[in-house]
Nanobody
Framework: QVQLVESGGGLVQAGGSLRLSCAAS????????VDWYRQAPGRLREEIAF???????DYADSVKGRFTVSVDNAGSMAYLQMNSLKPEDTGVYYC?????????WGQGTQVTVSS
């Protein structure tokens, strides 16, 4: 059973940084690719970052230039480096993998950015 477990969330002041981690089991993220979603209070879950199996990346306009997605060489960890955080970055962050068999989600990690 594929499992994704996020960590690294917390409370940070505006302008600060956080690095989120996504630990994967029974799947190689360097083969599957992985994306990160964010769900802000009262809003739909939105995709904010993606890294492919060829290490190409894509970002939502709202985080471009501030967030960086990566996967380690072993394919077991994904990261989301978040810099210059803003209050509007507040939300629950999820890592997600889409395979031909199923979609897999982590349980999410809360990020709160204070002004």
């Amino acid at each position: 059973q594929v499992q994704l477990v996020e960590s690294g969330g917390g409370l940070v002041q505006a302008g600060g940084s956080l690095r989120l981690s996504c630990a994967a089991s029974r799947i190689d993220l360097s083969i599957s690719g992985v994306d990160w979603y964010r769900q802000a209070p009262g809003r739909l879950r939105e995709e904010i970052a993606f890294i492919s199996n060829k290490s190409t990346t894509d970002y939502a306009d709202s985080v471009k230039g501030r967030f960086t997605v990566s996967v380690d060489n072993a394919g077991s960890m994904a990261y989301l480096q978040m810099n210059s955080l803003k209050p509007e970055d507040t939300g629950v962050y999820y890592c997600h993998v889409n395979t031909y068999k199923a979609n897999y989600w982590g349980q999410g990690t809360q990020v709160t950015v204070s002004s």
